[in-house]
């Protein structure tokens, strides 16, 4: 069928084909694209963009497909997937350069480069899309220490919605490379990223659980050790699963400490051990490439809501205390409550298009179920998000199921959005990339 796209090479799949049903959808969403177009080349994005343009169908761009709100897929437009573009290579073996395929997964990455003792601060989750996650941010295990994914981020391929082939770097289109890190893909379609990956060991990793009923007391003095721990030290807690308890389900508090010195590692993580009780020490040294999880798929009618927001240091005992109440209280979402800081507050404000760098906190709610379970739990995730809207700020587009107005600008602020809009007409004056938290042209 490869005849429907002039000039492509790669793999078209339309839904009277076998592989379809499993080509329209994403991890998360179901859809019903003319069209799923998976190229083998960077040509072969070329030419895709260019049927996608001139047939007038809506375009929407799959890396590892995780978008919870399933922009990786449409209804009777084109799917370009880039999942045949996944090479991993060491270019620059003195300063760790590594470029890497548009279409490849973080897990495909760290185990590539475990082999060479290199790692990419990325996300947790093996079939996360290098591009989703390093195009809107990147908070994952070593964040504390070297940042977000997209602050190793030295320079990309991109495809613009002419069908050019564009290189931008800090010395090369830099304006477009200011976008592209935070922008997500409202400006082409990367097909190879260029990372400054780091040397890396095994690291100390793994959950510290606490009872439910000390949430109130440990959950803040965890936040305030953070503040001033090692930068090797990253942490996230949550509570309040469904599948563990609800109100009853424990706090678990994972730790990863990026080092593989025992005893350096018990002085950054002892602290948190003496802040309640101990149930649960599940933290040993393991391989970094092993620290990735393999991504949720949730069974046919299952569906994933998810919203997050930051929080700034003057905030944070109020949130917090909000959070544990509502987590006590009877059909909460999970709460997850992820450490940032460190390296991420030390790059300027306005040096990429990630506009939360003063964070201290995100917070994050999930809900998972059928639809109408979700509806039934919808009363108290409004409540907590009315109570803790006043302190927090922004969204993390990563994490979040909403795609309007208020969301988009949650996610870019005024000043972000207006820089961001010029680098989209220049681009993309037509909009042809409009399947994300979208900058309009």
């Known amino acids: 069928m490869s005849t429907v796209v002039e000039g492509f090479g790669g793999e078209v799949v339309g839904p009277e084909d076998s592989g379809y049903d499993a080509a329209s959808r994403t991890v998360l969403v179901g859809g019903s694209p003319a069209y799923v177009l998976k190229p083998s080349s960077v040509e072969d994005v070329r030419a895709a963009i260019k049927y996608a343009a001139t047939s007038g169908l809506k375009v929407a761009v799959r890396g590892g497909g995780h978008s919870f ?31 890497i395929g548009g279409g490849a997964t973080w897990g495909q990455v760290a185990a590539a480069l475990a082999p060479h ?4 601060s990325s996300g947790d989750t093996k079939s996360v899309g290098v591009g989703g996650l390093t195009l809107s941010g990147g908070i994952g295990w070593k964040v504390r220490k070297y940042g977000l994914a997209l602050d190793n981020l030295t320079a990309v391929e991109l495809v613009t919605a002419a069908g050019e082939v564009v290189r931008a770097s800090a010395d090369e289109n830099a304006e477009l490379f200011w976008a592209v890190r935070g922008g997500g893909g409202n400006f082409g379609i990367v097909t190879a990223f260029e990372f400054a990956a780091h040397p890396t060991t095994d690291i100390f990793f793994g959950k510290l659980s606490f009872p439910a009923g000390e949430i109130a007391e440990v959950l803040p003095r965890w936040a305030e050790y953070l503040r001033t721990a090692p930068a090797e030290l990253t942490s996230t807690a949550s509570f309040a699963n469904p599948f563990l308890g609800g109100p009853e389900a424990p706090l678990e508090i994972e730790i990863a400490y990026d080092g593989d010195d025992a005893d350096r590692a018990a002085q950054a993580i002892d602290p948190i ?15 970094y490439a092993e620290v990735l999880v393999d991504g949720m798929v949730p069974p046919p009618g299952i569906n994933i809501v998810t919203r997050s927001a930051f929080v700034d240091t003057e905030s944070v005992p109020d949130v917090l205390r909000l959070l544990a109440a509502a987590g006590a209280a009877k059909g909460a979402p999970v709460i997850a409550v992820r450490s940032v800081g460190g390296a991420v507050a030390q790059v300027a404000a306005d040096a990429t298009a990630y506009a939360h760098r003063q964070a201290e906190l995100m917070v994050i709610t999930t809900k998972v179920g059928p639809p109408p379970a979700i509806e039934a739990g919808r009363p108290a995730w409004n409540q907590l998000w009315d109570e803790v809207t006043p302190h927090v700020n922004g969204a993390y587009a990563s994490f979040l199921s909403g795609t309007d107005d208020a969301d988009v600008s949650a996610v870019y602020p005024a000043a972000t959005y207006e820089r961001l809009a010029a680098v989209k007409r220049e681009y993309d004056p037509e909009n042809v990339f409009s399947g994300n938290h979208n900058v309009r042209p």
Not at 70 to 96: Q, R
Not at 117 to 120: Q, R, S
Not at 276 to 284: N, S
């Open 69 to 99: 709100p399933g922009f990786g897929t449409n209804d009777g437009g084109v799917v370009i997937d880039l999942g045949k573009l996944a090479e991993v290579e060491v270019v620059d073996k003195e300063k760790h350069v590594v470029r």
């Open 273 to 287: 051990r003496a802040l309640g009780t101990v149930i649960a020490d599940e933290v040993a040294l393991t391989p």
């Open 117 to 120: 003792g290199l790692a990419i």
